[in-house]
């Protein structure tokens, strides 16, 4: 099995959003809605979680470390460079998360209140929109 298989086959509503990128349900956090980008770049698996896990953290929850994504790391030929992800990978991740404002968003404007589930989930979805950004402004 390769290394994208053994991740992909541990992580839950795994969705293919282009060639050779994924999204998926982020395992380091109670995680409901896709907040993991997965890229494999030529054998070496690129995750960025837009919750702010860190990858050692998203690996442990499933049983992996690096060695099992970068091959390399293990062999010693590892050399550290960052590839931003594309931004439709970006935009695929945040796209769940504009939807819950909008709807939100509504529910006030008719005058409703929301419950304090719904408060605390529309500042994940703020939180993981503002994280977007700073991924895209910083390449992060």
């Known amino acids: 099995m390769s290394n994208l ?30 907040s993991l980008a997965i890229k494999d770049d030529g054998g070496r698996l690129l995750l960025h979680c837009f919750s702010g896990c860190q990858t050692i953290d998203v690996l442990g929850a499933i049983g992996l470390d690096f060695s099992d994504i970068m091959p390399e790391m293990a062999e010693g030929n ?11 990978d970006i935009l695929s991740i945040i796209k769940f998360e504009t939807t819950l404002v909008f709807i939100y968003a509504s529910d006030m404007a008719k005058g409703l209140i929301l419950s304090s589930p719904d408060r605390d989930r529309l500042l994940l979805a703020s939180s993981r929109i503002n994280h977007a950004y700073e991924v895209v402004k910083n390449g992060i």
């Open 5 to 34: 298989n053994t991740l992909l086959s541990r992580l839950d509503k795994v969705q293919r959003i282009g060639n050779n990128r994924y999204k998926a349900c982020c395992p380091a956090h109670g995680d409901r809605s896709p």
């Open 78 to 88: 590892f050399k550290k460079d960052r590839k931003p992800f594309y931004a439709m």
